[in-house]
């Protein structure tokens, strides 16, 4: 978050120093992804209640600005594809007290979790992390 914080530092203070027109045009660029996109998933990501949801609205977000911005778009989901750890078994389920989610939703999410079995013991075992094709658009609403 500290690159970030310079580059918005660097766009609002663009009139007070020279740049060529190039650094201009690159600090304009990240400094409108920053603002419009990574401050707020990056703030809201230590959240594990919404997380999961954070990740997958993101991950569609940035197949829309990949019609703006392709080569950014496609840097953004390959990091994202990174941190898929919200995402696991183990950690998903507090989905569940994420209050950004309609109440059909988590109440079906729940249904879905009672359904299955229970093991009798619990392996340790590294997470397995989800597959996810970033080109499917996720609606979380109703």
Request: proline residues 5%.
């Amino acid at each position: 978050m500290a690159c970030s914080i310079y580059f918005l530092k660097m766009q609002l203070l663009s009139q007070r120093f020279n740049m060529t027109d190039d650094e201009d045009d690159k600090v304009k660029r990240m400094s409108t992804f920053i603002a419009i996109f990574h401050s707020r998933a990056f703030l809201r990501s230590r959240l594990s209640s919404i997380a999961p949801s954070m990740d997958l609205k993101y991950l569609t977000d940035m197949n829309i600005y990949a019609k703006e911005d392709a080569d950014a778009a496609v840097v953004a989901i390959k990091s994202v594809l990174n941190h898929l750890w919200y995402l696991t078994e183990e950690a998903v389920v507090f989905a569940i007290f994420d209050k950004d989610l309609p109440v059909t939703l988590r109440q079906e999410m729940v249904k879905k979790l009672f359904s299955m079995l229970q093991p009798q013991r619990f392996l340790p075992q590294k997470p397995i992390f989800p597959r996810i094709d970033p080109s499917n658009e996720v609606d979380l609403s109703e």
